[in-house]
């Protein structure tokens, strides 16, 4: 019989870090909103999450990898939205995020997960954080859950 290793979504005794950005901070409070949600839907503890707000997605990757390599959380969730201007601040800003989310996961062995926006227009920021796309921030919980509960069983 083939074996298959799946995780659960149980969020009792979980302990997670939720990096926020303030930069667009009327699109990351709505992500974080729906970050606290779904955790506690999902039977997790407040006690049990700690917030911690970095300037922007930027600094991000680096507040993460410390996080994860504290060895007090079962993953760690990066919230930010980098919606796209009229220079190519963006494409830095994204790359660097995204590159140095993965980088702090594959670093510490704790799952980091990639709840940072990357949009066009602030319309489709708006409709990923809790409107008619859903809302990321409890996506990303979702994954956080996911990657914890595997992580116990690999080991
Ligand atoms: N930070 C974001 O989180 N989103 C953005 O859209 C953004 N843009 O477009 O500029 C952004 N910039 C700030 C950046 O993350 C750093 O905080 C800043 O460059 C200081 O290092």
């Known amino acids: 019989m083939v074996k298959e290793i799946n995780g659960t979504l149980e969020g009792k005794d979980k302990r997670f870090a939720v990096v926020v950005s303030r930069f667009n901070s009327f699109i990351t409070e709505r992500l974080l909103e729906g970050a606290l949600d779904c955790f506690t839907r999902h039977g997790g503890g407040e006690e049990n999450l700690t917030v911690v707000r970095v300037p922007g997605s930027f600094e991000t990757p680096f507040v993460a990898a410390k996080l ?3 060895g007090a ?5 990066c919230l930010g939205a980098i919606i796209r201007g009229s220079t190519s601040h963006y494409d830095l800003v994204a790359s660097e995020a995204a590159k140095g989310v993965a980088q702090a996961a594959l670093s510490s062995g704790v799952p980091v ?17 809790g409107t ?3 809302n990321r921030g409890w996506d990303a919980i979702i994954s956080a859950l996911e990657m914890a509960d595997l992580m116990k069983q690999i080991g």
């Open 132 to 134: 008619k796309a859903g």
């Open 73 to 77: 959380y079962d993953a760690v969730v």
């Open 68 to 70: 994860a390599k504290s």
């Open 113 to 129: 997960i990639f709840g940072i926006l990357t949009t066009e227009t602030i319309e489709q920021a708006v409709e990923r954080a």
